[in-house]
């Protein structure tokens, strides 16, 4: 069983920088940032796969980084050049089998979310 629990998110003016933060207990095979904004599906945005590859979106390539620091067993989402369509709830969510999706479907354990709001 896995627990996540995000943090770090908060108000940023545009082109403004936020890291969040997801810590988790026990093991997955991927974890994946989504977000969601009101009235809008969740979307993917960075995944880091067990071996250390880390996929971005086309939506965010360029500006959102994704890693690992697994002394803490944590994983961050770097956010630069924010944009005010990037306001949206972010959760990190992760599943046992192997290989990422960007199918929120795919994932059994999900965060409570952090919001982020640019503006």
């Known amino acids: 069983h896995v627990q996540l629990v995000e943090s770090g998110g908060g108000l940023v003016q545009p082109g403004g920088s936020l890291r969040l933060s997801c810590a988790a207990s026990g093991h997955s095979m991927c974890i994946v940032w989504f977000r969601q904004a009101p009235g809008k599906e969740r979307e993917g945005v960075a995944a880091f796969d067990s071996d250390g590859t880390t996929y971005t979106s086309d939506s965010v390539k360029g500006r959102f980084t994704t890693s690992q620091d697994n002394a803490n067993n944590t994983l961050y989402l770097q956010m630069n050049s924010l944009k005010i369509e990037d306001t949206a709830a972010y959760y990190c969510?992760?599943?046992?089998?192997?290989?990422?999706?960007?199918?929120?479907?795919?994932?059994?354990?999900w965060g409570q979310g952090t919001q982020v709001t640019v503006s």
């Open positions: 969510a992760a599943r046992d089998a192997v290989g990422c999706r960007w199918q929120p479907s795919q994932y059994q354990y």
